[in-house]
């Protein structure tokens, strides 16, 4: 279907465009049709600064060339570079199923099996790219696409790069890659390599587990600092994460460290180890690590806990509750926990108190913050 903002007649090189796909900090992203070969294409069309850019032109076309040579299942093939409305653009594969930010914005945490089978993808994507001496630096859910297949793939190659070159072009700090999602070491300013690649992929993982990255703030400076000092938190905190399998709080652990040098060796070793989780029939759920013993290990409470009329206020409550649940009105949903949560704090029935608080925790990333990119 043809974009009503977009005469018949719009082109890019011999590409019909379609509709607009995304945007991102470095550009407009369109829907192209290639007729000579009856194939879709996706076009990033890179906005650019100032006058002197021919040297980054080149500099753009070597990382792409560079790109271009992977040919795996798992990256986003590119088909060409062209210059067109004096913006180069970038021609690559079209890939139909969106990507896992906007799944995460649509449907939410995933279950971990299907987090898993993601991120492997991803990692055997990383894994031909290193080997290929490609560094991505901006692996985040909005680079992750998926086909119609689940099939995941690498997208943008190269192309941190092209921000970092270009740095008046993306907005201040953009050359950074994504706060909620880079490592400590691109935090402080020092350079990029493999492994931190390995460390984005980690709080990808985190986000997709639990639909949010592991450390979230208005502040993106709070955000890297956190970066740079703190453990991931627990994942299993999480309503509807709890019972994550010990493999998964390992490797989330293992692959998130501070030193590069204390991660994993290679995207390769961490492929071997997703491998095995997925390959695991029988997981167990006693992991403690830094975070102490998983207090839900039962697995999530998901009815609603029942009230009785010799509690007047709690029966209230839950009614409100049970309703806001059926008629799906989270911000209901949300005040109702944080009502409870205040119940059981004052009784101090901490179980229920601690659950009534990773619900509230919940529901209010759902209702506030939707798109954590
Ligand atoms: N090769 C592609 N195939 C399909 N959709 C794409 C492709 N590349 C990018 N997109 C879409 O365009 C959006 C914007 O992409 P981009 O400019 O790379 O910004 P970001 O990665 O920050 O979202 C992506 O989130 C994705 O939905
Ligand atoms: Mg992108």
């Known amino acids: 279907m043809l974009d009503p903002q977009l005469s018949s007649q719009a082109t890019i090189g011999p590409y ?36 002197k850019n021919s040297t980054l032109l080149r500099r753009l076309v070597r990382e792409a060339q560079a790109a271009a040579k992977l040919n795996h299942p798992n990256t986003v093939t590119i088909y060409q570079i062209i210059q067109e409305r004096q913006s180069p653009c970038v021609v690559m594969e079209y890939v139909d199923g969106g990507s896992l930010a906007e799944h995460l914005q649509d449907h939410g945490a995933m279950g971990w099996r299907a987090a898993t089978q993601a991120i492997r993808d991803a990692a055997a994507g990383l894994r031909a790219a290193h080997e290929g001496g490609i560094v991505h630096r901006d692996i985040k859910p909005a680079n992750l696409l998926r086909t119609k297949r689940g099939l995941v793939k690498l997208a943008d190659f190269g192309l941190a790069r092209w ?6 072009l ?27 690649d390995i460390y984005s992929l980690m709080c990808t993982y985190y986000a997709l587990l639990t639909r949010t990255p592991p450390f979230v703030d208005e502040d993106a400076a709070v955000i890297l600092e956190r970066h740079e000092r703190e453990v991931f938190p627990d994942p299993r905190a999480v309503a509807g994460a709890e019972g994550l399998p010990d493999g998964v709080c390992r490797i989330l652990l293992k692959g998130s460290q501070k030193r590069p040098g204390d991660r994993y060796g290679s995207a390769g070793e961490l492929l071997a180890e997703l491998d095995a989780v997925l390959a695991t029939p029988d997981q167990s759920h006693t992991f403690a690590g830094p975070w102490g013993r998983n207090k839900e290990r039962q697995g999530p409470r998901d009815s609603v806990p029942e009230f009785h009329a010799e509690q007047p206020d709690l029966h209230v409550t839950g009614q409100r509750l049970a309703r806001a649940r059926k008629s799906q009105d989270k911000g209901v949903e949300l ?18 108190a601690a659950d009534a608080y990773r619900r509230a925790v919940a529901l ?10």
């Open 16 to 51: 019909t465009l379609l509709r607009k796909l995304g945007q991102g900090g470095m550009g407009v992203v369109w829907l192209g049709y290639d007729q000579a070969l009856d194939r879709h294409v996706a076009i990033k069309e890179l906005r650019q600064s100032g006058a």
């Open 163 to 168: 921000a970092e070159l270009d740095v008046e």
């Open 364 to 373: 209010y990333v759902q209702v506030h913050a939707p798109s954590f990119k």
């Open 170 to 196: 993306t907005h201040p700090g953009a050359f950074l890659g994504s706060p909620a999602y880079v490592s400590p070491e691109q935090a402080a300013g020092r350079k990029a390599d493999a492994r931190s």
């Open 335 to 352: 005040e109702a926990w944080r009502e409870l949560y205040g119940h059981y704090s004052q009784a101090g029935q901490t179980e229920a």
